[in-house]
């Protein structure tokens, strides 16, 4: 069974940066592709990024593109969100997520998912 263990959320000032690692456990890391996503308060899981099992592959929301980067180390079986100039509007539960069969970039298609963290953005 896979497990997805996230850390690395909490409260960042408007235009500063966070990391989010994410831990893989239980199947081959690089045979799964693996992103992110995020819940705000009253709204629907939106996809943020993702990318392939061998890292050759990346897809960016537009909302996040420029500021946001997604990257794996296969040797360590962790995947990282590297967020910059952050806004008070990417505040939200960030989830990590894994895909068998392809890059997640739609909730559906996730078949495991992390914990959730929360990252708060103050303006």
């Known amino acids: 069974q896979v497990q997805l263990l996230e850390s690395g959320g909490g409260l960042v000032q408007a235009g500063g940066s966070l990391r989010r690692p994410c831990a893989f456990s239980?199947?081959?890391?690089?045979?799964?592709?693996m992103g992110w996503f995020r819940q705000a308060p009253g709204k629907g899981r939106e996809f943020v990024a993702a990318?392939?099992?061998?890292?050759?592959?990346?897809s960016y929301a537009d909302s996040v593109k420029g500021r946001f980067t997604i990257s794996r180390d296969n040797a360590k079986n962790t995947v990282y969100l590297q967020m910059n100039s952050l806004k008070p509007e990417d505040t939200a539960v960030y989830y990590c997520?894994?895909?068998?069969?392809?890059?997640?970039?739609?909730?559906?298609?996730?078949?495991?998912w992390g914990q959730g963290t929360q990252v708060t953005v103050s303006s």
């Open positions: 990318i392939s099992g061998s890292g050759g592959t990346t």
């Open positions: 997520a894994a895909d068998t069969t392809g890059i997640p970039t739609t909730p559906g298609g996730v078949d495991y």
């Open positions: 239980g199947r081959t890391f690089s045979r799964h592709g």
